[in-house]
């Protein structure tokens, strides 16, 4: 496939700190015990699709993520690194990378999905209908404790997140209407002309925008030209597009155009009215109906400038998640060493664990299910670790419970600690005796001997 990808890996992201930091960049934060960016890298290379540009905000960052891709993927992919400056949102980060894009179609992937979707279909489905841009759209995932952890006796489900508003043509092939962030508080406001087009329109709530999107590149590239105060991708370039989608060259200029036609003089109608009466005759899907009004076709051709914005709908059955966010950060762990540990690339035991073969475990510790143990870490007497993953070369002491959380690398837990809920960051120290219910520990903390934290952000200064 003839696509040229752009991976946008973010950079020091603010509503995942203290998780993130200028020596661990979001891309490179550990999920199931390896980079986030690790998943979108291997989803590209099994679609071989092996030519990257991969945008990372801020130098140093930018420096970090290529040095690791550098080292890891060395003989597998053709991948640039593009340093581009922070907060210039993704809108902005295609902008300053614009002249190194030439294909005529171009995919544009977050590097904090992970999912097992194939990407070739995505990029079938845009090639088929020739549209502007291909949306990946899957079942909004759920979030929170992954089985009642009764906490005061009150149980803790699983709950569906509230994402996008998405509305759908009829064939649920193409995107009409999206509402993302705030605009999904306001009123539903749909425009006439695409109601009147597509017939009727279905609203979902229940799909998530993958940040996944094939786009043509001239239609891109004219956008974001044209329209210098877009940021976003997703809140700016994609709803102008569905918004535009019915705009013809006789409404963009304001007024009905005359053509010649023999001796006639036939004034074009408005292009809703013309599409309106077309589709009321017509028995074939409406939208593939509106597009094949090609130059020999019925209606004055200053009606046609028409452009196609198309989804492509995830199977129930795959897996995608977006690390936006703290709580996702311990879902998607949660889930690769859960339900979809087909996903983190590990062998898992028939106990539904993965211990590994370097690491030590002292009498009476039980490692249980849906729990990871990295390479190299050593585990005391008398340890209970449930539904969690430990990371690299940490040194945990005995009589240590660990139960629904993350922790990274070269971490030293004393004896006696008790950790629920939590993500405790690389080279963090818990004292003995230490307990943390709810918390997120950033890198090189010290938590002091006995002390007690429910809920807390602890870092250094």
Same mark, same amino acid.
């Given at each position: 496939?003839?696509?040229?990808?752009?991976? #946008?890996?973010?950079?020091?992201? =603010?509503? +995942?700190?203290?998780?993130?930091?200028?020596?661990?960049?979001?891309? #490179?934060?550990?999920?199931? @015990?390896?980079?986030v960016l690790s998943y979108v890298l291997e989803l590209l290379e099994l679609s071989n699709l092996k030519d990257?540009?991969?945008v990372v905000e801020g130098e140093d960052a930018a420096l970090h993520v290529g040095g690791w891709i550098s080292g890891a993927y060395a003989d597998r992919? $053709?991948?640039?690194?593009?340093?581009?400056?922070?907060?210039?949102?993704? &809108?902005?980060?295609?902008?300053?990378?614009?002249?190194?894009?030439?294909? =005529?179609?171009?995919?544009?992937?977050?590097?904090?999905?992970?999912?097992?979707?194939?990407?070739?279909?995505?990029?079938? *489905?845009?090639?088929?209908?020739? &549209?502007?841009?291909? %949306?990946?759209?899957?079942? %909004?995932?759920?979030?929170?404790? /992954?089985?009642?952890?009764? /906490?005061?006796? =009150?149980d803790k489900t699983k709950k569906p997140g509230r994402y996008d508003l998405i509305g759908l043509d009829p064939t649920k092939q193409f995107l009409l209407h999206i509402a993302t962030g705030a605009e999904v508080e306001k009123d539903l406001r749909v425009q006439k002309s695409i109601l009147r087009a597509a017939g009727q329109i279905e609203i979902r709530a229940? +799909?998530?925008? &993958?940040?996944?999107? *094939?786009?043509?590149?001239?239609?891109?590239?004219?956008? +974001?030209?044209?329209?210098?105060?877009? $940021?976003?991708?997703? $809140?700016?370039v994609l709803p102008y597009l569905v918004r535009s989608q019915l705009k013809s060259e006789v409404l963009l200029n304001g007024s009905p155009q005359a053509e010649e036609n023999g001796n006639e003089k036939v004034i074009s109608q408005s292009n809703q009215q013309m599409l309106s009466?077309? #589709?009321? @005759? %017509?028995?074939?899907?409406?939208f593939h109906q509106r597009h094949a009004l090609g130059p020999n076709g019925y209606g004055p051709t200053s009606a046609r400038k028409t452009h196609k914005c198309c989804v492509y709908i995830a199977g129930s059955g795959k897996y995608c998640a977006r690390l936006n966010s703290i709580q996702a950060y311990s879902d998607i762990n949660r889930d690769l060493i859960g339900e979809s540990n087909h996903l983190s690339g590990y062998s898992f035991s028939a106990h539904n664990n993965f211990i590994d073969p370097t690491a030590e475990l002292g009498a009476k510790t039980t490692i249980g299910p849906h729990c990871m143990l990295g390479e190299g870490s050593?585990?005391?007497? =008398?340890?209970?670790?449930?539904?969690?993953?430990?990371?690299?070369?940490?040194?945990?002491?005995?009589?240590?419970?660990?139960?629904?959380?993350?922790?990274?690398?070269?971490?030293?837990?004393?004896?006696?600690?008790?950790?629920?809920? /939590?993500?405790?960051?690389? @080279?963090?120290?818990?004292?003995?005796?230490?307990?943390?219910?709810?918390?997120?520990?950033?890198?090189?903390?010290?938590?002091?001997?006995?002390s007690d934290y429910k809920g807390e952000v602890l870092a250094k200064k």
């Open positions: 496939m003839d696509f040229q990808v752009v991976v #946008l890996g973010g950079g020091v992201s =603010k509503n +995942l700190l203290p998780l993130v930091s200028q020596e661990l960049p979001k891309a #490179l934060l550990p999920v199931a @015990n390896r980079p990257l540009i991969v992919l $053709h991948v640039e690194v593009a340093a581009v400056p922070e907060d210039v949102g993704t &809108a902005g980060a295609i902008r300053a990378i614009a002249r190194h894009l030439t294909a =005529k179609d171009i995919l544009v992937i977050s590097g904090d999905v992970v999912s097992d979707v194939p990407l070739g279909a995505v990029a079938a *489905a845009h090639r088929r209908h020739d &549209a502007v841009v291909t %949306a990946m759209l899957c079942p %909004a995932p759920v979030s929170g404790p /992954s089985e009642s952890v009764s /906490s005061g006796g =009150k229940d +799909l998530m925008d &993958a940040h996944l999107y *094939a786009f043509k590149r001239s239609v891109l590239q004219e956008v +974001l030209d044209e329209k210098v105060a877009f $940021h976003s991708l997703k $809140h700016d009466q077309i #589709l009321a @005759n %017509a028995s074939e899907l409406t050593q585990m005391g007497d =008398k340890c209970s670790v449930k539904r969690s993953v430990i990371g690299r070369h940490c040194r945990i002491g005995a009589n240590v419970k660990i139960v629904n959380s993350v922790v990274m690398n070269h971490v030293t837990i004393g004896d006696s600690c008790s950790i629920q809920g /939590s993500v405790i960051c690389s @080279n963090v120290q818990l004292q003995e005796r230490a307990v943390l219910k709810d918390c997120q520990v950033g890198a090189g903390f010290v938590v002091t001997a006995g």
